[in-house]
C-alpha cells in the first residue's frame, strides 16, 4: 500500500517569505507527527495530532510555526517570515493509533536563501 | 527530560565484521526504545522495537535487548554486509510522561561498511 507522502520534495524560498509543507498520511492512520531535521542530527518533534487536534505542540520554536489537519487526514505545516535558520529537512509520519509504530514519509528539504 | 545519546561515527566496518552501536536514554519511566535507519537517498525507516525491560527485538539479522538497569539499548549484528551501509538512529517515546508516543532520537551513527 501506499506510505506517507510528502509534498514538494525540495522547497527553496527567500528569507521572509511564507510556505506550505504538505503531508499525506498512510491512509486509516489517526495520529500524524512532524518532525525537523538538521543536517548532521537526529530529527526533533515538532506537533502531533490526534485526528483533527493537535495533541501535543510543544516542539514547534515560535510562533512562526503552525500546523492544521482540518479534515484528520492530510496536514499542512505553516511557516511564516521564513528566516535562514529555518533550513531542514521536514518530516511528517504516521501511526495507526497513538502509541503504535511512526512510519516515515520522505522528507521536504528546505531552503531559506 | 527524555534524551538519547548514541555513539558517534563514522563507523567503518570491513564486510563480514561485528557490529555494536552504543545507545543509552535517560526517561523518566519506562519508555519504548527503537532503532530507525536511513539508507541513502531514502526516508527513516523502523528497524527494530521494544517496548519493556528484557525485550530483544531482531530483524534482518540486527538485534538490541532492553536494559533497565544500564538505560542501555545498543544495536548488535553479527556479519555486516555492504548493504547495511546507512544511517542508524536510536530512539525513544513514552515513558511516565506518556507524550503521545513523540520520539526523541539521538544524532544518528553512519555506518559505512566495505568489501
Known amino acids: 500500500g501506499a506510505g506517507v507522502s510528502q509534498t514538494p520534495s525540495n522547497k527553496v524560498t527567500e528569507k521572509g517569505k511564507y510556505v506550505e509543507l504538505r503531508c499525506d498520511p498512510i491512509?486509516?492512520?489517526?495520529?500524524l507527527y512532524w518532525y525537523r531535521q538538521s543536517l548532521g542530527q537526529g530529527p526533533e518533534f515538532l506537533i502531533y495530532?490526534?485526528?483533527?487536534?493537535?495533541?501535543?505542540d510543544s516542539g514547534l520554536p515560535n510562533d512562526r510555526f503552525f500546523a492544521v489537519r482540518p479534515e484528520g487526514s492530510v496536514s499542512t505545516l505553516k511557516i511564516q517570515r521564513t528566516e535562514r535558520g529555518d533550513s531542514a529537512m521536514y518530516l511528517c509520519?504516521?501511526?495507526?493509533?497513538?502509541?503504535?509504530?511512526?512510519?516515515f514519509g520522505p522528507g521536504t528539504r528546505l531552503l531559506v536563501l | 527530560g527524555n534524551s538519547v545519546t548514541q555513539m558517534e561515527g563514522p563507523v567503518t566496518l570491513s564486510e563480514e565484521a561485528f557490529l555494536t552501536i552504543n545507545c543509552t536514554y535517560t526517561?523518566?519511566?519506562?519508555?519504548?526504545l527503537f532503532w530507525y535507519v536511513q539508507y541513502p537517498g531514502e526516508g527513516l525507516q523502523l528497524l527494530l522495537k521494544?517496548?519493556?525491560?528484557?525485550d530483544k527485538g531482531s530483524n534482518k539479522g540486527f538485534e538490541a535487548t532492553y536494559r533497565k538497569e544500564t538505560t542501555s539499548f545498543h544495536l548488535e549484528k553479527g556479519s555486516v554486509q555492504v548493504s547495511d551501509s546507512a544511517v542508524y538512529f536510536c530512539?525513544?517515546?513514552?515513558?511516565?510522561?506518556?507524550?503521545?508516543?513523540?520520539?526523541?532520537f539521538g544524532t544518528g551513527t553512519q555506518l559505512k561498511v566495505e568489501l
Open positions: 509520519a504516521s501511526s495507526l493509533e497513538i502509541g503504535e509504530t511512526q512510519y
Open positions: 491512509s486509516g492512520h489517526t495520529a
Open positions: 495530532f490526534q485526528g483533527t487536534g493537535a495533541a501535543d
Open positions: 526517561a523518566t519511566g519506562y519508555p519504548s
Open positions: 521494544a517496548t519493556k525491560a528484557d
Open positions: 530512539a525513544q517515546s513514552g515513558g511516565l510522561t506518556g507524550g503521545g508516543n513523540k520520539l526523541t
